[in-house]
Structures are given as C-alpha cells and as structure tokens.
C-alpha cells in the first residue's frame, strides 16, 4: 500500500519560511514525478511544484507564483521530498498536497493523472 505523508506545515508571518516534507512509503521516488499542489478556499487546486526525480534533465516546473520563492529538492535515501517555501505571503495560505505519479519520466499539472496523494499540510500566512 502507498502513503504519502506531508509535515512541516504550520502559521508563520509574512516574509517567512517553512519547509514541507513529503515521506513516501510502499514507492521509489525516484525516476517518479512528484509534486506538490495546494488548494485555498474557494479555490481550485492548483499545482505549485514538481519534478521528475533523479529525472535526465533534473528541471523542476514552478507555478508562476512560485518562482524564486519555493524550491524542491529530495532525499533519496529516505524517499523524502522536499518543498522549501521563502519569502512567505498571505496568499500562500493554503493546505499543500504532495502528490505522486504511477508513470515514470512524466510530469503534468492536470491532478487527476497523479495516483497517489496525502493528506494534506496547512500553511497560513499571517500579514
């Protein structure tokens, strides 16, 4: 049985910094897209991040958002993935989701092609 397990959620203020962590269990990361989404109030989930891991280009795609703010990176070893988030705002408030594909070499933002999912991390930014 898979499990994706996200941590490192919390409230922070604005311009701060979290980092999330992404445990999988029962799969390889590796040659694996992983991302992560999150989702707001009233909004519709969206893809913040992701990568092929150990993929032949090693290029991350960042929602626009994003970019130069939140960085991933992964532990192999311990089949982690990492989701680093600075320069916090308040409308990164939202629950992330890391989330896993069943394909190899293959990254989308359409969620309903990822198989796998936590349970989600609440992240609030406070201004």
């Known amino acids: 049985q898979v499990r994706l397990v996200e941590s490192g959620g919390g409230s922070v203020q604005a311009g701060g910094s979290l980092r999330l962590s992404c445990t999988a269990d029962?799969?390889?990361?590796?040659?694996?897209?992983m991302a992560w989404f999150r989702q707001s109030p009233g909004k519709a989930r969206e893809r913040v991040a992701s990568?092929?891991?150990?993929?032949?280009?090693?290029?991350?795609t960042s929602a626009d958002s994003v970019k130069g703010r939140f960085t991933l990176s992964k532990d192999n070893a311990n089949n982690i993935l990492y989701l680093q988030m600075n320069s916090l705002r308040p409308e990164d408030t939202a629950i992330y989701y890391c989330?896993?594909?069943?394909?190899?070499?293959?990254?989308?933002?359409?969620?309903?092609?990822?198989?796998?999912w936590g349970q989600g991390t609440q992240v609030t930014v406070s201004s």
């Open positions: 989330a896993a594909r069943m394909q190899f070499y293959s990254c989308t933002d359409d969620e309903s092609r990822y198989s796998y």
């Open positions: 029962g799969l390889t990361i590796s040659r694996r897209c």
């Open positions: 990568l092929v891991v150990d993929g032949p280009d090693g290029s991350t």
